[in-house]
């Protein structure tokens, strides 16, 4: 049976994962997540998400594996907006995105390590924000923290009180890992989340 293996230390990419309930391992993969030249935000995240995913190929110690790397990139009207850091630049990020349409592009590769085939999905999921005075802004990042999030904000916690709508075909693409697209995929690999046999 082969390993599956989520090249991300992401606490929100593993409770995720964890919903399959497949056994897995968290391997690092540490990638410069800077943006290329001309760089929109679905190359940018297919980019890093096969990136990550060669990274924990390569440190790995077998061929029976299944590796998962993904990653997520939110734009406004096509500027990128990135993990903001700290407070200062995530209530900036967060008055801009004030009324507006924020789009996130969460790309997921998953390699076999067995045949060597990788497999590329893309979710596109559109975020509606309202728009609220700076006080509240202010006060959501306060008692969130979402400097390492792209945008700034967690929709899986209190950020989901800053939007209007969502727009999306996976509601689970929006928190970091596309478990439609997951599952089907991993289905098609011999690792069926419906299988009891491999619990």
Request: aromatic residues 4%; proline residues 5%.
């Amino acid at each position: 049976m082969a390993r599956l293996i989520l090249a991300s230390t992401s606490p929100y990419r593993q409770q995720l994962l964890e919903r399959l309930g497949l056994p897995f391992e968290v391997r690092p993969a540490n990638a410069d997540e800077s943006a290329l030249a001309g760089e929109d935000a679905p190359t940018l995240s297919t980019r890093l998400a096969t990136t990550k995913a060669q990274i924990a190929r390569i440190s790995g110690r077998s061929t029976d594996e299944i590796i998962v790397g993904a990653d997520q990139v939110a734009a406004l009207n096509g500027e990128l907006l990135r993990k903001p850091g700290d407070h200062d630049t995530a209530l900036r990020q967060l008055s801009d995105c004030q009324g507006e349409t924020v789009v996130l592009s969460t790309a997921t590769t998953v390699i076999d390590c067995n045949s060597g085939e990788s497999r590329h999905g893309l979710d596109s999921t559109e975020v509606d924000f309202l728009k609220l005075p700076q006080a509240d802004l202010n006060r959501y990042l306060e008692r969130e923290q979402p400097y390492d999030c792209a945008g700034g904000f967690k929709a899986e916690g209190l950020g989901i009180s800053l939007f209007r709508a969502i727009r999306s075909e996976d509601p689970t693409a929006l928190l970091g890992l596309p478990l439609v697209w997951l599952a089907q995929t991993l289905r098609d690999l011999d690792l069926d989340p419906l299988d009891s046999s491999r619990r």
